[in-house]
C-alpha cells in the first residue's frame, strides 16, 4: 500500500514559527511532526511514501533525507489546497493508498484501522469543530462534510486522513479535499467514517504545547551527554550526545534535551519541556512545559513557562514568560488563547523583559524591561 | 557512510558482489572487501577504487557471499581494517556498517579470552563473539542471535560461516534491505545495488535477524519467526542518490550548516595545537575552489594572527625555489589532486613539516603529509564544490582560532545558523539579472576579494557565463573598458574600513552603466540606494559574512543555472578530481 502525506502548506496560524519551515517540519518532543507521521505509516509496514513538498521544499527533502528509508518526495509549485497537492502526486499512485496530512499527529493504531478500508476517512470529536471540515454522519458513513463552518452541526470532524482508490482522481473538483469528498458524498458515493484513536492537530502556535505534552509521554528515558551527580532526575527524561547538565539542576520528567546543550547549573526543568540542539540554559534559570528549538539561549535567573521559543532566540537575564489569557487577532480572527510567549526564530530580548500571552515575530530585537503583554509584535521589530 | 551487499542463489557470487558495491559508491568508500563461500571462506580485501581492484576480487569462487565499501571513521582505512573481519579461525567471515559503541570493552573481554584481533575497528569484535557461540553449536543463526543483545549501538550485518551454506542477516538502526528473486536472495545498505535484478524488497525491522538460504527466507525478531510485506519498488537509482533534490549540487548547497558545524566539532583545537604550533610562517598550495579558500585564509590569518603567509596554486609551486622554514598547508577535498600532491612531496625533500586539508579519510595526500585536518562534509557528487569548500573553510578558521589565541571564542559554533539563513534567501531577481548577461563581474575588497573569484568560477563552471573576480581596486586599471548594460557587477560591500571606498567603487560602476547587484548587511540603508539590487546578510562578524556571502554566490549559480538549462551536477569538461598534472 502507498502512502501520500502531505506537507506543502506553510500553515500561517502558527506563524511566526513557520518562517524557516512549513508547520509539518515544527519540532514537537525534539522531532518534526512529519516524522510522527512517517513513524506511524512504517508500524503499519507501509514503505512505499510519497511526500508532497512546496513551501520550503528544501528544507522538508534535506530532513526526508536523513530517514533511514527511501521517501519519494513531490513538489507542488503553488499551494493551491489539498486536492491540487494530492494530484501533484497522481502519477506516482498505482492502486489503494492512504492521504495523511504531514502536520498533524496521528497514531499507528489509528493508521492500522483505516488501512484496509478503501473509501474512508478518519473522524474524530473535537471541541473546536469549526476550524476543520465538520462531518455528519449516519451509520458509520458520511452524509455531509462543510470546510470550516461557522455554526458547526455537529463535533465530528475530518482528521484529514483518508484511505483512498486510485479512481478518487477523478473524482476531484476544485482544490480542496472537502470539496472532492462533499461532491462524492452528494452523488451517492459511499465514504465509511472510522474513529481515530489519538489525532493531534496544533492550529495555533500554542496549541504546540498541548501536543508537545502528549508526545513527551511516550518517551523513552535514555541518558547520553555529561550528567553531574549533584542533579536530580526524576520521571522519563532523555539526554542527547554532548550535552553536559551542570550540578545542583533538577529535572522533572518527562522532559527530552537535545544534544550539544549547556545546562545550569541550578536550573531546573518541570514536565512536558523540550529543549532542542545546542541550547544553553544559564544558571538559576526555571523552565517548564515549554518548547524550545535549536541553538537558543535563555538567560539566568529567568523563569519561562508555557511558551513556545523558536531557533537562535537570545533571552537576556531575568526573563519572566508567564500563563495569561488574551485576546488576539490570528490571520483576521479574534482568539482567545492562554500562554506565556510565543517567540519567532532569532529574537533577541534584553534583561527583565516580561513577556505574557505575546507573539513575538522572526528577528525581532527587545530592548531590556520591556513587557509584551497579549501582543503580537511583526517580524522584524525593534522594541524599545 | 559504509555500504554492504549480500547475495545468496545460483549465480557466481563475487562479480554480483562487486557491480553491487560500485552501485553504492556514491555514499563514498576509501576501502572494500568480499568474502564469499567457495572452498573455505575466500577473502579479497582493498584500499582504493573498486574500478581499478576489481578484477582480483571477482576471481573468488563460490554462489554465497558478503561485501563491504568502507568510509573510514574509526582506523585508518587500509587493506586490514577493510572487512569483510574473519574469527581467528578464518571460518566466519562479517561485514558491518554502524557503529558499536562498547566495543572497547567487548574487545578487552574477548582479548582476555585468547582471541586475537587484526584490525583496528569495533566490527571485529562481532566476529569474535559470534565465534565463541558457534563453538558450543554449530549453528550460524543461533549464534547470531546469541550475539546481538550483547552488541550497544547500530549495525546493519551479514554473517557467512564455512560449511553452512546460508547467509545471516541482522539489523538495528542501519539500513538493511533485503530483496527477493527467482531462488536468490541479495542483502545491501539500500535498494540501488539489488534494483538490477529484482524489484521485490523486503525491509527488514530494528532487531529483525534473518536466516537466508537459496529456498528459503525466515526471519526472527525476539527468537519467534516474523513475515515482513514485500514491497514492489519502481523508482530509478539515480532517485536514490538525489533524495527528492533536483541536483545533487542543490542538496549539498543545503547540507553545508550541517557540514560547517560537523567539521568545526571535529577540529578539535587541543590537537590543533600540536599540528600547528604558532609557526614563523605558512605556505599553501592548492588548485580551484582551494586555492580560493586558501586566499580567504591568507587573509583572515595574517589580519588576525600577524603570521606572514604565502599562497601558490600547486601546479605552480614547483617553478619556485622551495621554502625553508614553516609550514606548508596542502588543501584538497578529494586528497588525490595531482599537482598538489606533487608540491607537498616537494616541499617535504626540503624537509618542510607539511600538513593536509582533505575530506576523503586515507587519501593519498592523507598519506603524503605529515599530519592531515579532516573535513566532514561526507562525500560530495556535484562537481562544483559546494559544501567540501565550506567545510574547507571551517577547517581552516579553527586554525585561525587555535594560532589566534581562540580569538573567536564560539562565533565558530555558532556560524552554521547564519548559513541556516542564507539557505532562506530568495535570489530571483539577481538571477533574472544574471541569465541573460554577456558577462559577469565579482568585486570586493579584503577577504571578499577571494570570496569574489570564488562566487565567478562557481558561475562559469555551472552556468558556462563568463564571470571574473576581480579586486575593486584592480576594474579601473583595465576591466572597465568592458564594462556595459550586458555586464552585471556584483559588489560585495560589508560594514567596515572598505565600506567607502566600494560604494564610491560601485557609483564610479553604475556611471559605465553596467548594473550592479549589491551583497550588503541587513539594515544597511546606503548600498541599497545605490544598487540595482540590494541582497541583505544577516548580521555577523566578518568571519562569518565571508561564509554566508559564498552561500549566496552558490544560490546565484545554481539557480542561474537552472534557469538556463544547464547540466548542473556534471558541467562539460569538467571531473570532479583533476588527478593528471
Not at chain 1, 116 to 138: C, D, R, T, W, Y
Not at chain 2, 292 to 315: D, M, Q, T, V, W
Request: charged fraction near 20%; glycine fraction near 8%.
Amino acid at each position: 500500500m502507498q502512502a501520500v502525506i502531505l506537507a506543502a502548506g506553510e500553515g500561517k496560524r502558527v506563524r511566526p514559527l513557520t518562517r524557516s519551515r512549513p508547520k509539518a517540519m515544527i519540532p514537537v518532543a525534539n522531532h518534526p511532526i512529519i516524522e510522527y507521521v512517517i513513524e506511524a505509516l512504517l508500524k503499519n509496514g507501509i514503505r512505499d511514501i510519497i511526500v508532497v513538498v512546496g513551501y520550503r521544499k528544501e528544507q522538508v527533502t534535506r530532513f526526508l533525507n536523513q530517514l533511514d528509508i527511501p521517501i519519494d518526495v513531490v513538489v507542488q509549485d503553488k499551494q493551491l489546497g489539498t486536492a491540487n497537492a494530492l494530484q501533484c502526486a497522481e502519477l506516482k499512485i498505482k492502486g489503494d493508498f492512504l492521504l495523511l496530512p504531514g502536520d498533524n499527529y496521528i497514531d499507528p493504531q489509528s493508521v492500522a484501522r483505516i488501512k484496509g478500508i478503501p473509501n474512508a476517512m478518519l473522524v474524530k470529536e473535537h471541541p473546536n469543530p469549526s476550524n476543520f471540515g465538520v462531518v455528519q454522519l449516519q451509520d458509520g458513513l458520511v452524509t455531509s462534510i462543510i470546510e470550516k463552518p461557522e455554526h458547526a452541526p455537529s463535533f465530528m470532524v475530518s482528521t484529514g486522513i483518508y484511505s483512498l482508490k486510485k479512481e478518487f482522481f477523478s473524482c476531484i473538483h476544485g482544490n480542496d479535499m472537502t470539496d472532492a469528498i462533499a461532491s462524492i458524498v452528494e452523488t451517492g458515493g459511499h465514504i465509511q467514517a472510522i474513529p481515530a484513536d489519538d489525532w493531534q492537530d496544533a492550529i495555533f502556535a500554542w496549541d504546540l504545547l498541548k501536543m508537545n505534552r502528549r508526545l513527551l509521554g511516550n518517551l523513552p528515558s535514555g541518558k547520553e551527554g555529561v550528567v553531574s551527580r549533584q542533579t536530580t532526575i526524576q520521571g522519563a527524561v532523555k539526554i542527547g550526545k554532548g550535552s553536559t547538565i551542570g550540578p545542583n539542576t533538577v529535572i522533572t520528567g518527562p522532559v527530552v534535551i537535545g544534544n550539544d546543550c549547556i545546562i545550569g547549573p541550578n536550573c531546573c526543568i518541570q514536565p512536558n519541556t523540550s529543549i532542542g540542539s545546542r541550547v544553553s540554559l544559564e544558571p538559576f534559570t526555571y523552565i517548564g512545559n515549554t518548547l524550545v528549538m535549536d541553538d537558543t539561549i535563555i538567560g539566568s535567573h529567568s523563569r519561562v513557562m508555557d511558551s513556545v521559543i523558536g531557533e537562535r532566540c537570545k533571552l537576556g537575564d531575568h526573563t519572566s514568560s508567564n500563563k495569561a489569557t488574551g485576546l488576539l487577532d490570528i490571520e483576521g480572527i479574534v482568539i482567545r488563547s492562554e500562554f506565556g510567549a510565543i517567540l519567532g526564530d532569532n529574537v533577541t530580548s534584553g534583561p527583565f523583559s516580561i513577556y505574557k500571552n505575546s507573539i513575538i515575530g522572526n528577528n525581532t530585537i527587545i530592548e531590556s524591561k520591556n513587557s509584551v503583554i497579549s501582543r503580537i509584535i511583526p517580524d522584524g521589530s525593534l522594541v524599545i | 557512510m559504509c555500504g554492504i551487499v549480500g547475495y545468496i542463489g545460483r549465480r557466481e557470487a563475487a562479480p554480483l558482489i562487486v557491480e553491487g558495491l560500485k552501485k553504492l559508491e556514491y555514499r563514498g568508500y576509501d576501502s572494500f572487501g568480499v568474502a564469499t563461500l567457495g572452498k573455505g571462506i575466500e577473502l579479497a580485501k582493498h584500499q582504493g577504487k573498486i574500478s581499478e581492484q576489481s578484477s582480483s576480487t571477482t576471481c573468488l569462487n563460490g554462489k554465497t557471499g558478503i561485501g563491504h565499501t568502507r568510509w573510514a571513521t574509526h582506523g585508518i582505512p587500509n587493506e586490514v581494517n577493510a572487512h569483510p573481519h574473519l574469527d581467528c579461525l578464518g571460518k566466519i567471515a562479517v561485514v558491518h556498517n554502524g557503529i558499536i559503541e562498547n566495543y572497547a570493552e567487548l574487545k578487552r573481554q574477548l582479548q582476555s579470552r585468547g582471541h586475537t584481533f587484526r584490525s583496528e575497528t569495533d566490527t571485529e569484535v562481532i566476529v569474535h563473539l559470534i565465534e565463541e557461540e558457534y563453538k558450543t553449536r554449530k549453528d550460524l543463526l543461533f549464534a547470531v542471535q546469541n550475539v546481538v543483545p550483547k552488541l550497544k549501538g547500530s549495525y546493519a550485518i551479514l554473517v557467512i560461516a564455512d560449511g553452512e551454506e546460508r547467509l545471516i542477516a541482522a539489523r538495528y538502526a542501519s539500513p538493511l534491505v533485503i530483496g527477493v528473486g527467482d531462488r536468490e536472495f541479495f542483502a545491501a545498505s539500500d535498494m540501488t545495488p539489488i534494483l538490477e535484478y529484482t524489484e521485490r524488497a523486503m525491509y527488514m525491522e530494528d532487531g529483525d535477524i534473518a536466516s537466508i538460504c537459496k529456498e528459503k527466507l525466515e526471519i526472527f525478531h525476539n527468537g519467534k519467526i516474523v513475515t515482513r510485506p514485500i514491497e514492489l519498488i519502481d523508482w530509478t537509482v539515480d532517485d536514490v542518490k538525489k533524495g527528492g533534490f533536483a541536483h545533487y549540487m542543490l542538496k549539498e548547497i543545503f547540507e553545508q550548516p550541517q557540514a560547517f558545524y560537523d567539521t568545526i566539532r571535529a577540529t578539535n583545537l587541543d590537537t590543533l595545537f600540536g599540528v600547528v604550533s604558532r609557526p614563523s610562517y605558512i605556505t599553501i598550495v592548492a588548485c580551484g575552489s582551494s586555492y580560493h579558500a586558501g586566499l580567504i585564509f591568507k587573509y583572515l590569518l595574517e589580519e588576525a594572527c600577524s603570521i606572514p603567509a604565502r599562497l601558490e596554486y600547486a601546479s605552480e609551486f614547483k617553478y619556485f625555489p622551495s621554502p625553508v622554514e614553516g609550514i606548508i598547508i596542502g588543501i584538497s577535498q578529494s586528497g588525490e589532486t595531482a599537482d598538489t600532491l606533487a608540491a607537498l612531496k616537494q616541499a617535504k625533500s626540503h624537509n618542510c613539516r607539511t600538513l593536509a586539508i582533505t575530506n576523503v579519510l586515507g587519501s593519498t595526500i592523507s598519506r603524503t603529509a605529515d599530519a592531515t585536518l579532516f573535513m566532514r562534509a561526507g562525500p560530495e557528487i556535484s562537481v562544483a564544490a559546494t559544501k567540501s569548500f565550506i567545510a574547507q573553510m571551517a577547517v581552516l578558521m579553527q586554525i585561525i582560532n587555535q594560532l589566534s589565541g581562540r580569538k573567536c571564542g564560539d562565533m565558530l559554533l555558532h556560524a552554521h545558523q547564519a548559513i541556516e539563513e542564507v539557505l532562506l534567501m530568495d535570489v530571483s531577481e539577481a538571477v533574472t539579472l544574471c541569465k541573460s548577461a554577456q558577462s559577469i563581474f565579482y568585486v570586493g575588497r579584503g577577504p571578499f576579494y577571494p570570496v569574489s573569484l570564488e562566487g565567478a568560477l562557481k558561475m562559469k563552471e555551472i552556468s558556462y557565463i563568463h564571470a571574473e573576480g576581480y579586486a575593486a581596486g584592480e576594474l579601473k586599471h583595465g576591466p572597465f573598458a568592458l564594462l556595459s548594460p550586458k555586464t552585471p557587477v556584483i559588489a560585495i560591500c560589508m560594514p567596515g574600513e572598505t565600506y567607502g571606498v566600494m560604494i564610491s567603487n560601485i557609483k564610479e560602476m553604475k556611471a559605465r552603466g553596467a548594473p550592479v547587484i549589491g551583497i550588503g548587511n541587513e539594515g544597511d540603508t546606503e548600498l541599497p540606494e545605490v544598487v540595482d539590487i540590494f541582497i541583505a546578510l544577516p548580521r555577523t562578524p566578518p568571519f562569518v559574512q565571508v561564509l554566508t556571502s559564498l552561500v549566496v554566490f552558490q544560490l546565484l549559480a545554481y539557480y542561474t543555472a537552472v534557469a538556463l538549462g544547464q547540466d548542473v551536477d556534471k558541467p562539460r569538461n569538467l571531473a570532479k578530481s583533476v588527478t593528471v598534472e
